[in-house]
């Protein structure tokens, strides 16, 4: 796995923001539960079915958490490139151990040695540039099984450069919430690694690399869950 680069930069950083991630995810982001939620609606199978996940960007474990508990027949391989958010995984997913898998790598190298039911990845993918991207969505599609679903909830770039200024201005709005300056600390710090794209370029490049259907049941300003099937 690269070390050095802009990629070990982006390791470092998330080692150093493991220990209070889940806080600043849930301070951060108003909709973190509404998008989680939605990732796992999109799945397709019934919770009594025996099925096998792969989650690209596993971070704390927060999503595989949920994930497992909704499919308690759900067998897991996790795949994060931060050392440090993978050992706060293993423990909160103890109780899971013996159906979750965690592996420490980069999210675009995953395993394919085997066919999936389902690919899931929250708020990770965007930190991949764009033709690292577009290739993922390739693998991740020959990577599912028929009737497979691709659910990514990520961060967006705005379609119009106007929208990106309205947006830090209703961040100023939420500044009684206490989540302002919070909001725009974060931005600012991943600024340096982070690599979004718009909306419609992810629907787009998804399409092309032969998912048959593709919509977006959720938005939240810059944020969006996008659920595919191959």
Partial sequence: MPRGGRLGRSEAEFDREAAGYDRTAAETMPGYDEL??????????????????????????????????????????????????????????????????????????????????????????????????WRLFRKVRESLLPGGYFGDADDHLPEDPVFDSRFGQVAQELSGHGTSQALQRVWHEHEAFDHPCTLSDELRHLETAGFAHVDVPWRFFGQAVVWAYR
């Fill in 36 to 133: 989680h939620q939605t990732l796992l609606w999109g799945i397709p199978f019934a919770p009594t079915r025996r099925i096998r996940v792969l989650e690209l960007g596993v971070g704390t474990g927060t999503l595989t958490a949920r994930l497992m508990a909704r499919f308690p027949h759900a067998e897991l391989v996790g795949i994060d490139l931060s050392r440090r958010m993978i050992a706060l995984g293993r423990t909160k997913l103890k109780r899971y151990k013996d159906r979750v898998t965690l592996v420490q790598g980069d999210l675009a190298e995953f395993p394919s040695d085997g066919r999936y039911d389902a690919v899931v990845s929250s708020l990770a993918i965007h930190h991949l540039e764009d033709r690292a991207k």
